[in-house]
């Protein structure tokens, strides 16, 4: 992977996706808050919390990263290392990360308002291109 390949898929993770997400769960809380009390009941005031995202194209990775999580907010994010870590209630520790292709990603940010409007059958359409994984 080149370089600039790896600052263009770095650029689209923190300055296009993690600003949608925040503008996704800030949506979803105001216009949906049974949904969101329900998904961010586990993540709520809870900080040290890490989730991995697994970035690829025609099936190779081109970007891995840590997105640090202070209840539901993303603080940070790291660029070439894949760690996680979900402190849950119930499951003690669980490191998930997600695999996404970036052309599904670059989609699922386009159907913003799909997504805010009527979450969970517009969510859905896209679980088939995403895989979850855990790291041991």
């Not at 105001?30 to 970035?55: D, E, R």
């Not at 970036?102 to 159907?111: A, M, S």
């Given at each position: 992977m080149s370089p600039s390949m790896t600052n263009d898929v770095d650029s689209f993770v923190k300055n296009e996706f993690v600003p949608f997400?925040?503008?996704l769960v800030e949506a979803l809380s105001k216009k949906h808050?049974?949904?969101?009390t329900f998904i961010g009941a586990l993540f709520t005031n809870q900080q040290g919390n890490k989730f991995g995202l697994q970035v690829?194209?025609?099936g190779q990775t081109i970007g891995?990263?840590?997105l640090d999580f202070n209840g539901t907010k993303i603080t940070n994010v790291e660029s070439g290392r894949l760690d996680s870590a979900i402190h849950h209630p119930f499951l003690g520790t669980i490191k998930p990360y997600v695999s996404i292709e970036r052309k599904t990603l670059e989609k699922i940010i386009d159907d913003e308002d799909k997504l805010v409007n009527d979450p969970i059958p517009n969510a859905a359409q896209y679980l088939p291109d995403v895989t979850v994984h855990f790291l041991h």
């Amino acid at each position: 992977m080149s370089p600039s390949m790896t600052n263009d898929v770095d650029s689209f993770v923190k300055n296009e996706f993690v600003p949608f997400r925040e503008r996704l769960v800030e949506a979803l809380s105001k216009k949906h808050p049974q949904l969101f009390t329900f998904i961010g009941a586990l993540f709520t005031n809870q900080q040290g919390n890490k989730f991995g995202l697994q970035v690829t194209e025609n099936g190779q990775t081109i970007g891995e990263y840590s997105l640090d999580f202070n209840g539901t907010k993303i603080t940070n994010v790291e660029s070439g290392r894949l760690d996680s870590a979900i402190h849950h209630p119930f499951l003690g520790t669980i490191k998930p990360y997600v695999s996404i292709e970036r052309k599904t990603l670059e989609k699922i940010i386009d159907d913003e308002d799909k997504l805010v409007n009527d979450p969970i059958p517009n969510a859905a359409q896209y679980l088939p291109d995403v895989t979850v994984h855990f790291l041991h």
